[in-house]
């Protein structure tokens, strides 16, 4: 079975074709990274603007590498949220028109699902229940419980900023640029840990808050006169990577074993994160899992690995499918 | 035009500050706020969110630019932290419905001043160089709704003992 996958939910435009919920057959990504790092982030206009440019010759170019028409298609996935509302809308609405063309069924798909089943593709064996999976990326911290496919329990989520949003803005406080994960992380690589900054546990809660240790950076490189020295702004990029990993990695594992889960599961773009990984493959007393970097940050892929799976469980949308910015788990 | 200025000794009373503007809040109001990174904007908002008898946590929408809260009253939390020109903030409309009909609270609203409504209550946020946990909340009505609001802030203040 072949399935369409469709993502605009934030800066990429992305169509992939994936067999059996499994194979990737194909796997385009049209990043406006190079649009946005100039602004420092993301612009919802020229999003939108840029989805509506790309998303045909991106569909076009996702069946033709997979060497496919239409008709060997047996459905349309498609990101409905969370995200941009102008960028869902260009998904959204374009993956409609060829539903209703074509007669293909069609599939609203919620982006953090999306996210943890990239961790079903081109994986030999496949992942296995109950597992708990951490969604880390600009616009989520997520800790949710997986029992089965379509069966979550949200157990938390960061109470003010996301991981990745604190990198970015962490980024931008260091000056060291757009998209801010990888900033931080090159310039870490070169620096240690050596100053303190807090680290915001929320006992008794499978909570997060990042905007406790942004801040603590924000006062550091005014204390400490950081900016003026690459060394030392390796060291602040250390240390408040170390902090915020810290948090993710204890935090989760902790869950884990009170939860009893066979696995853990990793997924969006601070999953890329490096020694992320590495500190939870040391400290999990289960199986640690994750996507390869490509399939960490948002692709289409795994909405389509997803859209099999909700397929098989009869799950499809109606043509009146409408996108949800703020779209949660629950 | 009305003022008042407030020392937040700590994130919390940042929130309590919050939730009497959530409770005084009537249809149409504009918080507009203004702060470097970390001095508390969201944290603002999370007192505006539980005043308006809300029961959600006020997450930051930098990823989503805005998001809806239902309570007494809709909410429309905004931010254009990554908004860097003028005509991206105009786009965003939100001198139109569904936003005049509940309550925006936007932060860094330094960015889009000159379209943003002209009558709201500015709420500016500022470290205190000296004590890391303390922040200085400098509160200001433009427009008679917003001055009314800040003589009905400076009651409630005054009767509770942790506002100097």
């Known amino acids: ?330 | 035009m009305k003022s008042l200025e407030l020392k937040l000794q700590s994130p919390k009373q940042t929130q309590l500050l919050g939730m009497h503007l959530g409770k005084l809040a009537t249809q149409g109001d504009v918080f507009l706020l203004v702060g470097e990174l970390g001095t508390g904007k969201t944290c603002l908002v999370q007192g505006i969110v539980h005043g308006l008898g809300i029961k959600q946590y006020a997450f930051s929408p930098t990823f989503i630019i805005i998001r809806e809260y239902h309570g007494r009253l809709p909410l429309y939390h905004i931010d254009l932290y990554r908004l860097d020109n003028i005509e991206e903030i105009a786009d965003l409309g939100l001198d139109e419905e569904p936003y005049t009909k509940g309550i925006c609270a936007i932060e860094w609203a330094d960015k889009g001043l000159n379209i943003l409504p002209e009558q709201h209550l500015l709420i500016q946020l500022s470290y205190n160089p000296d004590i890391d946990t303390e922040r200085t909340a400098y509160v200001m009505s433009k427009g008679k709704r917003y001055e009314e609001l800040v003589t009905q802030l400076k009651v409630i203040l005054s009767k509770e003992n942790s506002w100097n």
Request: proline content about 5%; aromatic content about 6%.
């Open chain 1, 1 to 330: 079975m072949k399935i369409l996958g469709i993502d605009t939910s934030c800066d990429e435009t992305s169509a992939a074709v994936v067999a059996d919920g499994t194979r990737i057959l194909s796997n385009i990504v049209a990043s406006q990274i190079d649009i946005h790092s100039r602004y420092g982030g993301i612009v919802p206009e020229v999003a939108s603007r840029q989805h509506l440019l790309t998303i045909i010759p991106v569909v076009k170019r996702s069946l033709e590498e997979a060497n496919i028409g239409w008709n060997n298609l047996n459905g349309i996935a498609v990101t409905f949220g969370p995200g941009l509302a102008g960028s869902l809308l260009v998904g959204v609405n374009f993956a409609k028109g060829i539903a209703l063309a074509s007669g293909l069924p069609l599939i609203g798909i919620n982006h953090l699902e999306g996210h943890i089943y990239a961790n079903w593709l081109e994986r030999e064996p496949l992942p296995v229940f109950p597992s708990l999976c951490l969604i880390v990326s600009g616009g989520h911290t997520n800790l949710i419980l997986m029992r089965g496919h379509g069966e979550f329990e949200h157990l938390g989520r960061t109470r003010d900023d996301a991981a990745g949003e604190a990198f970015d803005k962490a980024a931008r406080i260091l000056h060291l640029g757009y998209p801010g994960g990888p900033a931080i992380e090159e310039a870490a690589s070169s620096g240690t840990p050596r100053f303190t900054l807090p680290r915001a546990w929320l006992k008794g809660t499978n909570d997060f808050s990042f905007s406790g240790v942004k801040t603590a950076l924000w006062h550091l490189i005014h204390k400490e006169e950081i900016l003026n020295s690459p060394a030392r702004v390796a060291d602040a990029a250390a240390s408040f990577q170390n902090a915020v990993v810290e948090v993710l990695a204890t935090k989760t594992i902790e869950a884990a074993r009170k939860l009893g889960v066979r696995q853990i599961i990793l997924g969006g773009g601070v999953a890329a994160n490096k020694p992320l990984r590495y500190r939870m493959l040391d400290a999990s007393p289960v199986p640690i899992i994750f996507p390869p970097s490509v399939l960490c940050t948002d692709n289409a892929a795994m909405i389509a690995a997803c859209g099999y799976y909700k397929i098989q469980q009869g799950l499809t949308s109606d043509y009146d499918l409408d996108v949800v910015s703020g779209l949660s788990l629950d």
